[in-house]
């Protein structure tokens, strides 16, 4: 998983040096915000001198699906009160998706803090060296934009391994993302959907995803 953060590291590191601002600044959002596709978006609104009112709008409409991760994230199997606010603060969409499946219930507080490290530390540290190499990288190479795509297809993949036969939860957050993206096009609006129909659900037959 974490080498699936190097390309996109690298890509944004190279980014951020070409709209002209310095290369440490790179490491600097990856380590502090470390919210990748935002810093993706905070490259340009810094760089046209946004208002401080704007960036903070786009930061929550961006990362607002965190609150529904927070739903099925382990974060009560995290022990110390550094280790929750680390917990917090590192939860990426990739460490959501492997700490929320199956194989993951009986992994430590240990095991999860280290998981969510290491892929910091592989964002923050291919974010600093796309910036220092960036000019080095050719214009025409491909594939690159790719990754992101190629990354989350895994994840889903796994996910619906985990659901074992489950079909209606594949379905529902189809239809949810679909409906959402006809009525209000707002990945806030997909979420919520799905959360409902989930709930739904379990209030109507008593069963959760992946659960008999």
Do not use: C
């Amino acid at each position: 998983m974490g080498l699936g953060f190097v390309p996109l590291g690298l890509a944004f590191g190279a980014l951020v040096t070409q709209a002209g601002l310095e290369w440490w600044w790179a490491g600097l959002s990856a380590t502090l915000i470390y919210r990748g596709s935002f810093e993706f978006l905070l490259i340009g609104m810094v760089t046209a001198a946004a208002p401080l009112a704007a960036i903070a709008g786009t930061a929550f409409m961006v990362n607002v699906r965190h609150v529904f991760y927070a739903l099925s994230f382990p974060l009560h199997r995290v022990t110390g009160r550094l280790g929750k606010a680390y917990g917090n603060f590192a939860l990426s969409d990739e460490a959501y998706a492997l700490t929320a499946g199956n194989e993951a219930r009986t992994w430590s507080s240990r095991r999860i803090l280290w998981l969510q490290l290491f892929m910091h530390v592989y964002w923050a540290g291919s974010a600093t060296a796309g910036a220092l190499l960036g000019s080095l990288v050719p214009g025409g190479v491909t594939g690159l934009d790719f990754a992101l795509t190629a990354l989350f297809t895994v994840l889903a993949l796994d996910a619906l391994n985990d659901l074992r036969g489950d079909l209606p939860t594949p379905v529902l957050a189809l239809l949810s993302a679909v409906a959402a993206r006809l009525l209000f096009p707002d990945l806030l609006a997909a979420f919520a959907l799905f959360t409902a129909r989930l709930l739904a659900r379990h209030f109507t037959t008593g069963r959760w995803p992946g659960r008999a």
